[in-house]
């Protein structure tokens, strides 16, 4: 059996290794490193994909929801709505900006920012709302609009754990990303779609915000030479999008695989006790960036770890500390469902190639683990 790893990266790569060969040798050829020809192939491809309007590749996923919060340009001091149950990067870029992130608890069955919080943390600095679609699942983004054009805020989605996943109610539908007036997506290499190092992309249907964006991604120039405002060395390399182009015809294939292991693992984990499995959403596809346990409490979580760790299997705590509890964004808020959650989630290997016999035997250590701590 291979060793297992929580994203097998260079087996994704054996598998795909011609056409990703074909691809980056390509652009060596063209010389077209920087701004090039794949670059627009990919933006127009994923455009056309997840039907918006205008995708514009940046250097990371972080750049990407910095780039976002330049282009709105909020006065210094704007609040902008989010949670503490997340990744660091967006928290990070508001506070560069002079802008101030506010929390709001998650949902916890589904991780997810719980709108039915947003509403009484709206002030009248309150400027944007910043949802999450964390692990692969969307934010419920149908009363979270709704929300937003009531009290007229810009909503940016932070879709770089979601790429593909698709909203779809009675009333609204759309994938992740493009619900907003701006989405973000990042290609780092264990996201979804990931590029052999750094890449990022944005997402909106707004003409006038795409401009922006694109000018803010390339030193704020309109023509060359010409800055028209103080923007970013922030571009999407044309050898990464030569990558990305030929894992995307792949992509339809990733999720089927990923929705798979999901299901075995939802299936061999099942009445296992003090384990949850991932809820899902009703009104958005779950892509599976992670598949995220929820333990009894924290010695049992720490402990299963532990004891998969020494059996050769990789589990990962996304995210240890709430984001209102890090030294550098430190805020006095009570938030007792994302602190909990920071104590009780793990995240297990998950990836499209991850085998059936590796799967089987992730498995068994879990339920042995379990009946013997009964
Ligand atoms: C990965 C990630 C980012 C940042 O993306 P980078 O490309 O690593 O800068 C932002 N937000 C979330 C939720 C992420 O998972």
Request: charged share 20%; proline share 4%; glycine share 6%.
């Amino acid at each position: 059996m291979r060793s297992i790893q929580m994203v097998d990266l260079q087996g994704q790569y054996a598998r795909l290794a011609s056409e990703i060969d074909a691809a980056i040798q390509q652009v060596l050829q063209r010389a077209d490193f920087i701004q090039g020809g794949a670059v627009r192939a990919l933006e127009a491809a994923l455009s056309d994909r997840y039907e918006v309007k205008h995708v514009i590749g940046c250097a990371n996923g972080t750049d990407a929801l910095q780039l976002a919060f330049m282009a709105l340009d909020l006065p210094a001091g704007s609040e902008v709505i989010t949670s503490a149950f997340s990744y660091a990067a967006l928290t990070e870029v508001l506070l560069l900006l002079g802008l101030k992130p506010v929390f709001v608890e998650v949902d916890p069955d589904t991780f997810l920012m719980d709108v039915s919080a947003v509403e009484a943390a709206i002030t009248p600095k309150t400027k944007a709302i910043a949802p999450v679609h964390l692990y692969g699942q969307m934010v419920s983004m149908e009363p979270l609009m709704a929300l937003a054009n009531k009290h007229n805020l810009y909503v940016v989605e932070d879709a770089a754990q979601a790429i593909g996943s698709q909203y779809c109610t009675p009333g609204a539908h759309g994938f992740a990303g493009t619900m907003g007036h701006i989405g973000t997506t990042s290609f780092f290499p264990s996201k979804n779609l990931g590029c052999y190092g750094d890449g990022g992309a944005l997402y909106t249907n707004d003409e006038a915000l795409a401009t922006r964006l694109r000018c803010l991604a390339n030193h704020g120039q309109t023509v060359k030479y010409q800055h028209d405002l103080v923007g970013m060395n922030s571009r999407l390399d044309t050898l990464q999008a030569a990558v990305l182009l030929a894992k995307l015809t792949h992509l339809s294939d990733f999720e089927k695989r990923r929705r798979a292991v999901a299901h075995r693992y939802d299936e061999g984990l099942a009445g296992l006790s003090g384990i949850e499995v991932p809820k899902r959403t009703v009104d958005s596809s779950h892509v599976f960036h992670q598949y995220t346990l929820k333990c009894e409490n924290r010695e049992q979580r720490d402990a299963l770890k532990a004891h998969l760790f020494t059996q050769g299997i990789p589990s990962m705590i996304y995210y240890p500390i709430p984001l209102h509890w890090q030294t550098a964004y430190k805020q006095v808020v009570n938030l007792p469902v994302s602190e909990d959650l920071c104590t009780r989630v793990l995240s297990l290997p998950m990836c499209p190639e991850l085998a059936i016999e590796q799967q089987e035997y992730i498995l068994n250590n879990i339920r042995n683990f379990i009946q013997k701590s009964q």
